[in-house]
């Protein structure tokens, strides 16, 4: 057993492995939420075939925008794909979730 399963997380996050492989999802909704130690208001893309949602950054935010359009209401019953990526975050290399257009 992983220690990440013992208290399984909201969101799928980088840093716990709920993405070491393509995650194929289906948008059910999109909610603005408080999230994290500092509350910010952040996106959060729900799925209806996860127990697991996804904070969007503004990256995965243009990646859907383009996609499926700017009304999120659009994004509904679309596919998309989580994978793992690389980024630079405050002069380091970092783990992120990135998005893919499903079919």
């Known amino acids: 057993m992983k220690a990440g399963d013992i208290y399984p997380g909201k969101y799928y996050s980088s840093k716990t492995g709920d993405v070491n492989v393509d995650v194929v999802v289906t948008i059910a ?5 408080e999230v994290g130690a500092q509350k910010e ?3 959060v893309l729900y799925f ?3 127990p697991k949602a996804l904070i969007l950054n503004k990256t ?3 990646s859907l925008t383009e996609w499926f359009g700017d009304e999120t ?6 596919q998309i794909i989580l994978y793992k990526d690389k980024t630079m975050f405050q002069g380091k290399n970092s783990d ?3 998005l893919r257009k499903g079919d």
């Open 96 to 98: 992120c979730i990135r």
């Open 48 to 50: 209806s075939d996860s």
């Open 73 to 78: 209401k659009d994004w509904q019953d679309k």
């Open 60 to 62: 995965n935010v243009n």
């Open 29 to 33: 909704d999109i909610e603005m939420e």
């Open 41 to 43: 208001i952040k996106p």
